[in-house]
DNA sequence: CTAATCTACAACCATATGGTTGTAGATGAG
DNA sequence: CTCATCTACAACCATATGGTTGTAGATTAG
């Protein structure tokens, strides 16, 4: 899989963009963020692993925890990547917009 | 699932995006997109399904073929869940800002 | 030192996903 | 009318996903 996958798809869970929000707000432990949701510690520790796949956010030791940050670089990425459709309808819209110039030639030639 | 589950999921394909671009830059029916992609039509038809129940292309009918079309606006929504996202990042960012000014006024007290 | 906490990881399970083939219904071409 | 084309949909299969529980290794607290 590439790496677009791997942001998309981490993406599409609400949980997963749930911890996104949090970690870019600040930092936080696995366990501080398993706390906060109606799930096992595990269940949790493998969505952090997606998100982390996906360089969404990163995971660094302090003690017995592991604290999370969240990577905005890797949400720029995404957002790369959506500029290049609105591009590329923009460049349609465009080149309807030389269809219509074109018409409007022919009709005052 | 929610709409915004659908949306990333959708895009967390690489054929599901090549779609996207083909037909935001234009029009095609669903055996041409069918005919670039080294799969079956039926895989091609449910990849569109799935852009479908997204919103991020509609369908119509046309003689016996079925149209598809990217829908700009399903992109922008996606937009703007990223733009929460660095705007969350940003506010982090601001009231880091405020911790050092207030260290700041602590040390001229 | 001992006990509690935090984490990693494996095994397991139900369901979703992405592909296939096959069948059948509309529609257009000749 | 007849045949080819385009589509829809069902059945099926292998694998991925998102959850669980359980076990074990680090690290800190007391």
Redesign the pocket.
Known sequence: ?QRTDLLF?AL??S??RDIVRLVLRGEH??????RRY?????????????LERADLVT?H????????RGRIDAVRDVDRLLDEFEAIWRDRMHRFGDVLAEADQGENR
């Not at 432990?29 to 398993?34: E, F, G, M, Q, T």
């Not at 030791?61 to 999370?68: D, N, P």
């Open positions: 899989m798809h599409a869970d949980t997963r432990s696995v366990s501080d963020l398993a109606p799930m096992s510690f595990a269940a949790v520790q493998k969505h952090v692993a997606v995971k030791q302090r003690g017995r925890e592991r604290i999370v």
